[in-house]
């Protein structure tokens, strides 16, 4: 059995972005693996693990700089690693779809795909779906529970409210995964001397034949999306602050 | 003239206001002629409330199977199959978690270009804004083919009423629902209450609350207050709130007309999630709590007290 994992090279949650006028950001900040992924990597293992004598194979779109979440991928235990080599930081998610999808075809057979819900930084929402297209396959998305037995997957996926909808799928399928589906596990020492010898396959882009097409969605431009200032603020009696609250929130704001 | 489609989500009987949020937007094309897309069958009352929001026309899907919802491989194909039979131009739909899935579905069969929580939609240059690295930096993004499959943000445009004639036209669709996906069942969740992501009020606690007990003020708080509990991820983490109401850049992303965030400091990550609210206001007993230097309102002082305060000022009549 062999799945595939679809991960991305992100910016650390915690960093500042700073924009530098057009499509250009500063891109010296700390860069993680995009957390939905882990989720979806730590599944896999776990899958492997289980028995199941899988092969996980972790693939990314991204810069040359990407192979160092290929790194931390392969030291968390997957078995050999993808990287689709693009020059420009930013591709349509339907490009990066397609690209995700002949990287793959050409490596091999996939019995399952395993990827986050969306990214943390363009937040397109759609690769899953994409990719499920493109294989022909089943997809459940924002998945929080997972099983897999004679070859059906059983997933819950969390929908609004509270409210999870347990599906059945039939394999091969198209997971991706959100917060509570698992713990990640953090790699040791060891593992990342191990993750050093495993194998990174670096295909360009170009070689997989999709050079120069207009995006269909085409990024024209980033803004800083700045902070509110420092707000009214009240203290004393707590009867007294939450009654000019309702006043304000009433009168000044008009939300209430 | 452009074609757009609103796909029209309906809960219980009644549309979602999300859903009428998507049909004002779709109003703001100066050219366009709305197609409202009920994928499931429905009340009078809902094409009368439909009318009233500006749908020009008021599809209604029939298909073989009664029911689709336990697949919604069946509903994008029968939806994508519409956009084609009424040549749209764009399809709209609010980006709550169950638009999203399907209006990603339809894209994917259609290979149409999508792009899921848009903050704003210019319809003349074809040109959209979204949040990129979760509510750090927006991003404009242009669509270069159609038809445009667009989520918008919960919340992000309040409805607004723009009476048109609304002409029902049956589209019958001989399509059989792929059975390969599933949904078996539908489980309730223990918060109950709405979701963060659509809610328009939304009061939050932090770490500071101190334990999944304590929550129950909050709780409290928003029923009387119509509003959704939310969480920061420190308060998910250490077990006080489900996954489900996290608020923040690995939770969910949130545009309540007030967010009310009680005994959060303000990281970066949380900001990410509520930073598009209309209003902030935030509790907190330390003077120096980052959030106070980012909100519109701050009480300082104890949660505890605040909250319980907050309550008993809005009693027990408030619904709204």
């Known amino acids: 059995m062999r799945i595939y994992v679809c991960i991305k090279h992100v910016p650390d949650t915690a960093a500042n972005i700073r924009p530098l006028g057009g499509t250009a950001f500063d891109e010296t900040v700390k860069f993680i693996m995009n957390p939905y992924d882990e989720y979806a990597l730590e599944q896999a293992l776990r899958i492997r693990e289980n028995g199941a004598g899988a092969e996980v194979v972790a693939v990314t779109v991204g810069k040359e700089v990407a192979v160092s979440t290929l790194r931390t991928a392969l030291a968390m235990g997957a078995d050999r690693a993808i990287l689709v080599k693009t020059d420009a930081y930013f591709t349509d998610s339907a490009e990066t779809g397609r690209l995700l999808h002949s990287a793959i075809s050409r490596d091999g057979s996939p019995d399952l795909i395993l990827t986050g819900r969306q990214s943390v930084d363009t937040e397109g929402m759609q690769i899953p779906y994409r990719l499920g297209v493109l294989f022909d396959m089943p997809v459940a998305v924002n998945v929080v529970a997972f099983s897999m037995a004679e070859g059906r997957v059983t997933v819950e996926r969390e929908i609004e409210g509270d409210v999870r909808e347990v599906i059945d799928m039939t394999m091969p399928c198209v997971v991706g995964a959100a917060k509570g589906l698992n713990r990640p596990r953090c790699p040791t020492l060891p593992d990342m001397m191990k993750a050093?010898?495993?194998?990174?396959?670096?295909?360009?882009?170009?070689?997989?034949?999709?050079?120069?097409?207009?995006?269909?969605?085409?990024?024209?431009?980033?803004?800083?999306?700045?902070?509110?200032?420092?707000g009214k603020i009240l203290e004393g009696d707590p009867e007294k602050m939450v009654r000019e609250l309702l006043r304000l929130l009433r009168e000044e704001a008009r939300v209430l | 003239m452009a074609r757009i489609g609103v796909l029209i989500e309906a809960r219980e009987g009644e549309?979602?206001?999300?859903?009428?949020?998507?049909?004002?937007?779709?109003?703001?094309?100066?050219?366009?002629?709305?197609?409202?897309?009920?994928?499931?069958?429905?009340?009078?009352?809902?094409?009368?409330?439909?009318?009233?929001?500006?749908?020009?026309?008021?599809?209604?899907?029939?298909?073989?199977?009664?029911?689709?919802?336990?697949?919604?491989?069946?509903?994008?194909?029968?939806?994508?199959?519409a956009i084609d039979r009424f040549q749209l131009d764009a399809l709209l739909g609010a980006s709550g978690q169950a638009g999203r899935d399907l209006l990603a579905r339809i894209a994917?069969?259609?290979?149409?270009?999508?792009?899921?929580?848009?903050?704003?939609?210019?319809?003349?240059?074809?040109?959209?804004?979204?949040?990129?690295?979760?509510?750090?930096?927006?991003?404009?993004?242009?669509?270069?083919?159609?038809?445009w499959i667009l989520g918008l943000r919960p919340n992000?445009?309040?409805?607004?009423?723009?009476?048109?004639?609304?002409?029902?036209?049956?589209?019958?669709?001989?399509?059989?629902?792929?059975?390969?996906?599933?949904?078996?069942?539908?489980?309730?969740?223990?918060?109950?209450?709405?979701?963060?992501?659509?809610?328009?009020?939304?009061?939050?606690?932090g770490r500071a609350v101190g334990s999944a007990e304590n929550f129950r003020i909050l709780k409290e708080c928003a029923s009387v207050l119509g509003a959704a509990v939310g969480a920061s991820r420190a308060a998910v983490d250490a077990g006080f709130a489900s996954n489900a109401l996290q608020v923040g850049q690995t939770g969910k992303t949130v545009s309540p007309r007030l967010y009310i965030a009680c005994?959060?400091?303000?990281?970066?990550?949380?900001?990410?999630?509520?930073?598009?609210?209309?209003?902030?206001v935030a509790v907190n007993n330390d003077p120096d709590a980052p959030i106070f230097q980012k909100c519109d309102y701050g009480l300082l002082g104890d949660l505890f007290e605040v909250v319980p305060a907050l309550t008993r000022a809005l009693g027990p009549t408030q619904t709204k």
Request: glycine share 8%.
């Open chain 2, 108 to 147: 994917s069969i259609i290979g149409a270009p999508l792009i899921l929580d848009c903050l704003d939609i210019d319809f003349p240059s074809g040109t959209v804004r979204k949040s990129h690295f979760s509510g750090k930096t927006t991003a404009t993004l242009r669509l270069n083919s159609r038809p």
């Open chain 2, 15 to 81: 549309i979602k206001k999300t859903t009428l949020g998507a049909l004002t937007a779709a109003r703001q094309d100066p050219k366009g002629e709305v197609y409202a897309l009920l994928p499931e069958p429905n009340a009078e009352t809902c094409h009368q409330v439909l009318r009233q929001y500006g749908a020009d026309r008021i599809v209604v899907i029939q298909t073989p199977e009664a029911d689709l919802s336990p697949f919604p491989e069946g509903q994008a194909a029968v939806l994508a199959a």
């Open chain 2, 156 to 205: 992000i445009i309040p409805e607004r009423i723009d009476p048109r004639p609304g002409d029902i036209v049956v589209y019958e669709i001989p399509l059989h629902a792929s059975k390969r996906l599933v949904i078996r069942e539908v489980k309730q969740g223990s918060s109950g209450g709405p979701d963060v992501s659509e809610a328009e009020i939304i009061i939050s606690g």
């Open chain 2, 263 to 280: 005994g959060i400091s303000g990281s970066v990550q949380h900001f990410a999630g509520m930073k598009t609210a209309k209003v902030i």
């Open chain 1, 196 to 230: 050093k010898k495993k194998e990174i396959r670096v295909i360009p882009q170009a070689d997989l034949g999709f050079l120069a097409p207009v995006p269909a969605v085409e990024l024209l431009g980033l803004q800083s999306v700045p902070d509110r200032g420092r």
